[in-house]
């Protein structure tokens, strides 16, 4: 058999292959148009159990009122925020991500 009888017999299996190729690409296509859709969605919800004020997360607590002290908008789980330097209201500061705040914001009024 020579080289050409290889290349045509191969010819539908080619034929095949793209067209699942392409089927496959549009379907990536759709996925990642859902996925930005939904990154987007994500972006403009607030953490469960947060009230966001001041660029900060604040916690409710049972009676209504909130913690005295924030949660990072910016890393994922928010950690709790501390004053900085210590015992000062300077500056509201983020162990993990170093992100800072003005001290002086305080939690949202009830
Ligand atoms: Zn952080």
């Not at 953490?47 to 916690?59: D, H, N, R, T, Y």
Request: aromatic share 8%; hydrophobic share 30%; glycine share 6%.
């Amino acid at each position: 058999m020579s080289i050409i009888d290889d290349i045509l017999k191969g010819l539908p299996d080619n034929a095949r292959l793209r067209a699942f190729i392409e089927e496959q690409n549009s379907k990536i296509e759709i996925l990642k148009s859902e996925n930005n859709h939904l990154k987007n969605k994500l972006k403009r919800l607030e953490p469960v159990g947060f009230v966001e004020s001041e660029g900060l997360l604040w916690k409710k607590k049972s009676d209504g009122t909130f913690e005295k002290r924030p949660y990072c908008p910016h890393c994922t789980n928010n950690p709790i925020m501390s004053q900085f330097p210590p015992g000062m209201t300077m500056e509201w500061m983020c162990s993990k991500c170093d992100f800072g705040a003005d001290g002086k914001i305080e939690p949202p009024k009830v």
